[in-house]
């Protein structure tokens, strides 16, 4: 009857709006970043070098086999001036030439490359072979400048293709992926090399390394190294999951699978997409484009829900694979700036501005109500970086004040006397003795161009693309001739259409014709965890006390309900796989009492789902048992709230299948004659599941199978849900009423236009007893489950309601059986007969977040599908077999 999958967000009013910055005021805290680039900078020189980074509390380097081993964190040290050589670009960038002329003698005379250290392949690429990259890239063109840097001869370069040649034979594998460690002395293999017996790599660890290695082959004239970071990115895409076009987050370098199944744009993943845009950018190949484009369509259909980013599973993307985002998404609105998808950048770039105001900081990880999840704060740099691009992007003084905040917040509780300290813990503000080399690299960069002016810098940063560490590298290399034998597999035509490439890299003035459209992106979103402009309470008359409609009585469909929730400020939002969303913005209601009467109507709701998650049914089977099935097909179905409860029932129903006429049963039935005495079935949509089952019980029928009319729906990757009644008395309603997905209900069609008698069992499980199985020799089911698991949500911050219904017509809650995640069964398993059957285990709390339906088209769930209406019944089974290994092993994932 009621929604089951909820997220509480409360929108406030708007305390002020932005004003324009003043040149003075730019050029103050402009110089300001210079100042605090400065304390960290000389406290590393003062204190630090030649170590690799500075402990900022105890005022001195940190050197790798000295201090406590911090696990995977130190393999970034190599005993390579880390932070000098890190730094090297961004003192060019703040206008320091003369102190990075004598950074560039420090890393010529100092480091050395050929340390006998285990160091990680990721982070010495994007760190250290970037920074050289970066380096002579800013030596080279102001040696063009004929001022500074007249004696370099290429040194940064020649340093960095002997440390590139010492990355290589992290690459020897059979995949291509590289090894995640590699000695710089002794490579990967021998006794000595103390690594090379790791099997698992991060896909953002095997898939951020074609900037800097097609930069060095281009630089160089040596196309070694761009051929094996596209071999690696080729490998990455072959292995993507074709149906939802997601990568998972660890991958075996070895066989090629999936080792961590769950697929977001935070850690992990992050910036393999990023590099994949950012690759078309600097080299100018289609095929990067039209991979990332891809990718992109999939991560807006699954893992964006607006404002939030959230893991899904690959194979099940409409699952969520967690509760909380990590601060490394942070970059994500930054990129889709470079892609021009610009609303729901502004949209996740105002959830993370509004948790740093809470918070000081970004937490490493946080809930989806905004509660800390991780509490240390390294200084990361990326929700930086994405105010600097949409500043950019939309010339809004607004990301010049969140600017501000980033600055005030460093100044007030990361600033020590050495230089800047880790955040610890963001709740007490505690400390870490650690200021990690990216902080110089990346934060001071982007925090100065959000400031600067056209006639501040050095050189048009519009002729150089960012790597993800920040280093900037000429876009002339695009126009550099390449060996012809760096090739990539090309991505066939028929995963491509014209549609790739739209809004790719638009004139952002005609995004926005009205100054004020970011501002009104926002507002709904901007009180969501800002407290530092407190709503004071609003007057209420007497007996104005409850709200206007309450939760128990609200029907989807009802015009005059619908008129009450816009008047409190509740909008629905249709989501596309058939549910509806409840979302209450305060700031839309008529009036303050209205949306305070909003806000309890959605509490209502959440209390109503809780006692239904308590009442909810178990799924319930549909046996196919007539000829040549004999119960070996079992297909699971969603139960409904009224009619017969099959689980009282020791026989289920039984009975021959025929179509009702008209399909959605929204009508009497036409077909009577036919229906009489049989299970009818019907198509969802247009009307109620409690007027359906009436119009073919007034037909004499003794069942109903309502099917999805969802094209590619599938148990295997949504939810199940009960059907709920029309808001009336529903216990004139007698008979089984049952609901099936698109694909498993085209199982049923199939078989009916195949066989044209096809006769089943409608009960609470599958079972042999009272079924003809015929077929001795069979021993075993073929049974569609619907696994799925998740986690009770707390209170949080954003009413957000999710109605299970059809075309706003049928409005069902969306609850579904939850097995435990170790007794996970796949979506097509062979099962034994029912007394070694699991029965399904009490139901958990849902948890759903906001996610605004997409303008765009609905995209295939698979490039290579045919239409399911020409496939016979053995073809339909065959698509659950083919991935059944895959969603066993999913079984040892972590949901």
């Not at 007539?626 to 026989?651: E, I, W």
Request: hydrophobic share 35%; proline share 6%; net charge negative.
């Amino acid at each position: 009857m009621a929604p089951v999958l909820f997220l509480l967000m409360l929108f406030g009013a708007l305390c002020s709006l932005g004003q324009a910055m003043s040149r003075e005021e730019k050029h103050k805290l402009r110089n300001q970043v210079v100042e605090m680039f400065d304390h960290a900078y000389q406290n590393y020189m003062d204190h630090a070098y030649p170590a690799d980074e500075l402990m900022p509390l105890t005022c001195r380097g940190r050197v790798r086999g000295l201090e406590p081993s911090r696990g995977d964190i130190d393999d970034a040290l190599g005993k390579f001036s880390l932070t000098l050589i890190d730094t090297l670009d961004t003192l060019v960038l703040l206008n320091k030439t003369t102190e990075f002329e004598a950074a560039v003698r420090r890393v010529l005379s100092d480091v050395r490359l050929d340390n006998d250290i285990v160091v990680s392949v990721f982070e010495t690429n994007i760190r250290v072979l970037g920074g050289l990259l970066g380096g002579h890239s800013m030596a080279v063109m102001l040696k063009e400048g004929g001022q500074n840097m007249q004696w370099y001869q290429d040194e940064l370069l020649h340093m960095a293709k002997d440390l590139g040649l010492r990355l290589l034979p992290a690459f020897n594998t059979s995949s291509g992926l590289p090894y995640p460690r590699v000695n710089l002395k002794h490579g990967v293999r021998g006794p000595e090399t103390r690594t090379g017996t790791e099997t698992d790599t991060c896909t953002a660890c095997a898939g951020t390394i074609i900037l800097e290695f097609a930069a060095l082959s281009r630089f160089t004239g040596d196309p070694v190294f761009e051929a094996h970071a596209r071999r690696a990115l080729d490998f990455l895409w072959e292995k993507r999951q074709r149906n939802s076009n997601l990568v998972g987050t660890t991958i075996n370098i070895h066989s090629g699978e999936w080792v961590r199944r769950d697929s977001g744009v935070g850690a992990g993943i992050d910036s393999y997409y990023e590099y994949l845009l950012k690759a078309y950018i600097l080299l100018g190949d289609d095929l990067f484009l039209q991979r990332f484009n891809i990718h992109y369509a999939s991560i807006m259909k699954y893992i964006s829900q607006p404002p939030l980013l959230l893991d899904v599973h690959i194979h099940k993307p409409l699952l969520p694979a967690r509760t909380w985002m990590d601060s490394l998404l942070a970059f994500f609105p930054g990129l889709q700036v470079l892609k021009g998808d610009i609303r729901p950048a502004i949209e996740t770039h105002e959830m993370l501005y509004q948790v740093t105001k809470k918070h000081n900081f970004l937490p490493e990880a946080f809930t989806t109500d905004f509660r800390v999840h991780w509490a240390q704060h390294p200084l990361r740099p990326e929700f930086a970086e994405s105010t600097y691009f949409l500043y950019k992007a939309t010339g809004d003084p607004y990301y010049l004040e969140a600017g501000r905040t980033i600055l005030d917040n460093l100044n007030r509780f990361a600033r020590v006397p050495c230089g800047f300290a880790a955040m610890k813990d963001v709740r007490t503000g505690s400390h870490e003795d650690r200021m990690d080399s990216f902080f110089l690299a990346e934060m001071f960069k982007y925090l100065f161009l959000l400031f600067a002016e056209a006639e501040d810098l050095p050189f048009d940063v519009e002729d150089y693309v960012f790597t993800t560490e920040a280093h900037l590298l000429p876009l002339s290399l695009s126009a550099v001739p390449h060996s012809s034998s760096v090739s990539s597999n090309r991505t066939s035509d028929e995963e491509l259409d014209d549609s790739n490439f739209d809004w790719t890299c638009p004139n952002t003035r005609l995004l926005f014709p009205d100054p004020a459209f970011p501002r009104n992106l926002r507002e709904p979103i901007r009180s969501a965890v800002d407290k530092s402009c407190p709503r004071p309470a609003p007057y209420r008359e007497p007996g104005m006390g409850r709200p206007p409609l309450r939760a128990q009585d609200f029907m989807a469909n009802n015009p005059e309900h619908l008129e009450l929730l816009r008047r409190m400020g509740v909008s629905l939002i249709h989501l596309k796989d058939g549910r509806v969303q409840l979302v209450q913005h305060a700031t839309q209601a008529v009036s303050a009492v209205a949306a305070e009467d909003g806000v309890r109507f959605m509490q209502e709701m959440m209390e109503l789902s809780s006692q239904q998650q308590k009442e909810q049914l178990p799924p319930r089977a549909i046996q196919i048992v007539s000829h040549p099935f004999f119960g070996r097909v079992v297909l699971t179905a969603g139960p409904a709230q009224f009619g017969t409860d099959l689980s009282k029932s020791s026989t289920g129903v039984r009975g021959f299948v025929t179509v009702a006429e008209p399909y959605s049963g929204c009508s009497e039935i036409t077909n009577a004659e036919y229906v009489q005495g049989h299970i009818a079935l019907l198509q969802r949509g247009q009307c109620m599941f409690a007027e359906k089952a009436r119009h073919i019980q007034k037909a004499g029928a003794i069942g109903g199978i309502v099917i999805d009319d969802n094209e590619g729906s599938s148990s295997d990757t949504a939810p199940l849900f009960q059907m709920a009644g029309d808001g009336r008395n529903t216990d004139d309603i007698t008979l089984p009423l049952l609901f099936l997905f698109h694909k498993e209900g085209n199982i049923l069609l199939e078989a009916l236009k195949e066989y044209r008698e096809v006769e089943v069992l409608l009960s609470d499980k599958a079972r042999d007893r009272g079924v003809d199985v015929q077929d001795a020799g069979e021993d075993c089911l073929t049974e569609a489950t619907t696994p799925t698991s998740f986690e009770p949500t707390s209170q949080s911050q954003m009413s957000t309601v999710e109605l299970d219904e059809s075309v706003s017509e049928e409005v069902t809650p969306s609850q579904e059986e939850v097995s435990p995640a170790e007794k996970e069964t796949s979506p097509a398993e062979y099962v034994s007969p029912p007394e070694e059957e699991a029965s399904p285990t009490e139901a958990e709390a849902d948890l759903a977040q906001p996610k605004e339906e997409r303008d765009s088209d609905r995209r295939e769930e698979s490039e290579g599908d045919t239409d399911s209406n020409s496939q016979s019944v053995d073809e339909l089974l065959a698509d659950w077999r083919e991935d059944l290994e895959a969603f066993q092993q999913m079984e040892k994932d972590e949901l």
